[in-house]
């Protein structure tokens, strides 16, 4: 059995192979996951409820094809601040927390920018209005750089369980 480190939650195998199977796809039904984890449907119910409960499973989502919804452009945003004060990136983060474009937010370091963010548009001309209408006027950013995606490589949102063996 291994252990979370973090949190001290103890994963066992059979969790493992349920985690993997769910975080691939979240759309199967308890008796589909059971099967392909070889167990009955109760006791995988259980299991998932257990790891709901214990925060592992967090949410559940659908993943949409954003070409196919006509939003090409993805900017990575990178985002110096004026000051570091826990009042101004708390303000910055509640302010993007409301910019459904912004689909991940990092506080970072090692870089010359404070925050990172990913944003996904439909074109550079959104983009354009969505950068000196929205990120520029948010009080308190100084310099902003960004750069654009021209492919996908790696595209997962699977975390690397293996760890956990």
Known sequence: MAINQK???KIDNIDRRILDQIQNDGSLTNQELAEKVGLSPSPCLRRVRALEGAGII???VTILDHKKLGLSLTAIILIGMDR???ERFAA????VAEYPEVQECYLITGQDADYMLKV???DMDHYHH????RIT???GVSGVHSSFVLRRVIDSTALPLGYLS
């Open 7 to 9: 949190n001290l939650i």
């Open 84 to 86: 570091h004060t826990p």
């Open 120 to 122: 996904v548009v439909p």
């Open 92 to 95: 910055f983060e509640e302010q």
């Open 137 to 139: 006027r948010i009080p």
């Open 58 to 60: 967090v949410r559940t």
């Open 130 to 133: 969505f950068l000196l209408n």
